[in-house]
Nanobody, 115 residues
Framework: QVRLVESGGALVQPGGSLRLSCAAS????????MTWHRQAPGKQRDLVAS???????NYADSVKGRFTISRDNAKKMVYLQMNSLKPEDTAVYYC?????????WGQGTQVTVSS
């Protein structure tokens, strides 16, 4: 019923910026938590940032001060503004939304930070 599509991933140089977007489609009554995760090869999938329906945000310590999560409830989208990117930010970034009591994942978008 719900499909998530991430976009915005690219190859950027250290110190650069990217803005990731995640669009939700299908029948959606209400989106609770919207979350960005990332997974690098050989590493576990980690939470990057989340935002609740009330607008409360949470960030991994490694991205605090550099990344900003936001959402557009009318458009059913979540964004991740990434500034001052570091090579260690390289990963596939996935968005997750909680709709009712179910969670849905996108296919991921590749972010590569390299000179």
């Amino acid at each position: 019923q719900v499909r998530l599509v991430e976009s915005g991933g690219a190859l950027v140089q250290p110190g650069g910026s990217l803005r990731l977007s995640c669009a939700a489609s299908g029948f959606i009554f209400s989106i609770r938590t919207m979350t960005w995760h990332r997974q690098a090869p050989g590493k576990q999938r980690d939470l990057v940032a989340s935002i609740t329906s009330s607008g409360s945000t949470n960030y991994a310590d490694s991205v605090k001060g550099r990344f900003t999560i936001s959402r557009d409830n009318a458009k059913k989208m979540v964004y991740l503004q990434m500034n001052s990117l570091k090579p260690e930010d390289t990963a596939v970034y996935y968005c997750e939304v909680v709709v009712g009591t179910r969670n849905f994942w996108g296919q991921g978008t590749q972010v590569t930070v390299s000179s």
